[in-house]
């Protein structure tokens, strides 16, 4: 679990108008050596982030990076969610920020945890596979919950996150045409943008501690990445940088008004939403849940955010998890 370093955030506040700075420019800006500012150049260059150095020229980033600023997110907040939050860390690196979550002591009733981090050694996405987390790129948020509610009637949260992502991200880039794939994936042309991973604590009646872990592909740009799902990031899709703070607090402020929402009146609150994000709405699909796979067609969600599913028998079956794939004939 690391801090963010204050000099490595003053270094990148220096480089970030894309300009070449002197060695000896940065460490009169920073108050350090050339030495140590040729240091913290290495760091950054370890953590995959593209540094282009040039004798006599200096030094300049490659790309855009805003590094991640608890201040610059709270100062966006709502009022009813800053209300909510009892603690906001953010960290360089950890191993998972839903792990962190989850380790942490549940909050008072009705109130948040919330974790950012620029990178994840070990981040996790759905059914045990890894969440790729480059440094200082993406977004990997969780945020914890603690509500009273019963374990069946908390089948929906996944959709409704996935719903606040999809409304702050279609508000924040002017883009429209996200989809939601059935239950967890955000999607823009087929390519996966982001992704959430839910995971709940409920160990006795009526109390539940709920961690929603989400993954957004922001500035990320394709680059030999290790990742099996066809993906797109925000860059990809409007050929724009991003400020993942600004990213950070839309959704956190959206996720915050629609958590109010589900816990009052249910999923089925969100279903004329839910209807503009269906990516697989009438298509034929492959439902995969542990070694059990179903097919058939789509027929949406039903108002606890369960999947309806026509097979060709004309026997309707609803689905509460799985992996769901567009079958194409
Ligand atoms: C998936 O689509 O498989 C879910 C991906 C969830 C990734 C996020 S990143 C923040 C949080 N921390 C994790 O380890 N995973 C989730």
Request: contains cysteine; neutral net charge; proline residues 3%.
């Amino acid at each position: 679990m690391k801090e963010l370093n204050p000099t490595l955030k003053k270094l990148v506040q220096q480089l970030n108008d894309g300009a070449f700075h002197s060695g000896t420019s940065l460490g009169e800006a920073l108050g350090i050596s050339r030495n140590a500012v040729w240091k913290q150049l290495t760091q950054l260059a370890q953590q995959g982030i593209g540094i282009e150095s040039i004798k006599n020229r200096g030094h300049r980033l490659v790309n855009p990076l805003i590094l991640l600023d608890k201040h610059k997110i709270t100062d966006q907040l709502s009022k009813p969610i800053t209300s909510m939050i009892e603690t906001f860390d953010i960290f360089a690196s950890l191993s998972s920020t839903n792990d962190y979550i989850k380790s942490l002591p549940r909050p008072n009733l009705d109130h948040l945890r919330i974790c950012v981090a620029e990178h994840q050694s070990n981040g996790k996405g759905r059914h045990g596979r890894t969440w790729f987390s480059p440094f200082g790129t993406n977004i990997y948020l969780s945020c914890g919950w603690h509500v009273a509610c019963d374990l069946s009637e908390l089948g929906g949260l996944g959709l409704v996150v996935m719903i606040a992502v999809a409304d702050a991200i279609t508000k924040i880039t002017g883009t429209e045409g996200f989809k939601i794939k059935w239950p967890n994936d955000l999607l823009f042309n087929d390519n996966k943008v982001c992704g959430c991973l839910v995971e709940i604590q409920a160990e006795s009646y009526y109390d539940a501690w709920v961690t929603m872990g989400i993954g957004i592909d922001v500035n990320m740009k394709h680059n030999g990445f290790p990742i099996d799902t066809p993906w797109a990031s925000l860059f990809d899709i409007t050929q724009k940088y991003f400020d993942r703070n600004v990213l950070i607090a839309g959704v956190l402020n959206h996720l915050s008004e629609y958590l109010k929402l589900f816990k009052e009146k249910g999923f089925s609150a969100f279903l004329d939403k839910w209807q503009n994000y269906d990516y697989l709405l009438s298509k034929t699909i492959e439902i995969a849940c542990a070694d059990k796979k179903w097919t058939g067609k789509m027929l949406g969600v039903d108002k606890t955010g369960q999947l309806i599913l026509q097979d060709v028998n004309d026997t309707i079956s609803l689905h509460s998890s799985g992996d769901t794939t567009h079958v194409i004939k």
